[in-house]
């Protein structure tokens, strides 16, 4: 696993303004934005401010920022029309997490097959 810090997380300086991304959703502990190689019509990462490596350990050290990130996945995709959707935190590189910046992803706009691969 990557020890990325926040001076070197990409998902921090998206946060920061740093890099550009498709922000389509903030509030004072969250941001939204479309992920640069969707899977889904609607696929959108929902990251915390604050850096924490992955979703258990941002349950950890707050735990409320978790029903944040979903309360606001929840705003966009009924944003995007979405009553049914799909969400998912990939914890460690064995589960695909590729950014180490806890991530929520919001897929939706298609059929969604189970188990997920």
Known sequence: ????????????????????????????????????DPQAPTHVLVVPRSHYADASALAD?????????????????????LDDYRLVFNTGPGAGQTVFHTHLHLL???????PPG
Do not use: H, Y
């Open 61 to 81: 050290g707050e735990p409320g920022t978790v029903a944040v990130l979903v309360s606001l996945a929840r705003d966009v995709a009924q944003g995007d029309g």
């Open 1 to 36: 696993m990557s020890a990325a810090t926040p001076d070197s997380c990409l998902f921090c300086k998206i946060v920061a303004g740093d890099i550009p991304a498709d922000v389509v959703a903030q509030n004072d502990d969250a941001v939204a934005f479309r992920d640069v």
């Open 108 to 114: 939706g706009g298609r059929a969604m097959t189970w």
